[in-house]
């Protein structure tokens, strides 16, 4: 499977983007998907994810109840809905997807499918 993100931009304090993350290949909807993000200076952080199944998913406790990732497996897409969005949240985000199917893990180095990124940048 090979993935794109999309839908990053710049966007003032407390407002809201959309991420989607498009893969190809017939199998997407057997691959948990993960979402993580790259702020200058910083390590990469993992900041969410969804199970193959869409049953479970992940935020880590900075995007919790800010952040919504979903998937649509019709469109093969991932999405990650970001509202209330700060300055702290500026960052390049990928989008990765597991490397075994149907396995839902919250181990990041379990991700190893990337895409490339989107920037996204929150004024304040």
């Known amino acids: 499977v090979q993935l794109q993100a999309s839908g990053g931009g710049l966007v003032q304090e407390g407002g809201s983007l959309r991420l989607s993350c498009v893969a190809s290949?017939?199998?997407?909807?057997?691959?948990?998907v993960g979402w993580f993000r790259q702020a200058p200076g910083k390590e990469r952080e993992f900041i969410s994810a969804i199970s193959w199944s869409g049953r479970f998913t992940y935020y880590v406790d900075s995007v919790k109840g800010r952040f919504t990732i979903f998937r649509d497996d019709s469109k093969n897409t991932v999405y990650l809905q970001m509202s209330r969005l700060k300055p702290e949240d500026t960052a390049v985000y990928y989008c990765?997807?597991?490397?075994?199917?149907?396995?839902?893990?919250?181990?990041?180095?379990?991700?190893?499918?990337w895409g490339q990124g989107t920037q996204v940048t929150v004024s304040s």
């Open positions: 290949g017939r199998t997407f909807s057997t691959y948990s």
């Open positions: 990765a997807a597991d490397d075994q199917t149907h396995r839902w893990s919250v181990r990041e180095y379990e991700y190893v499918t």
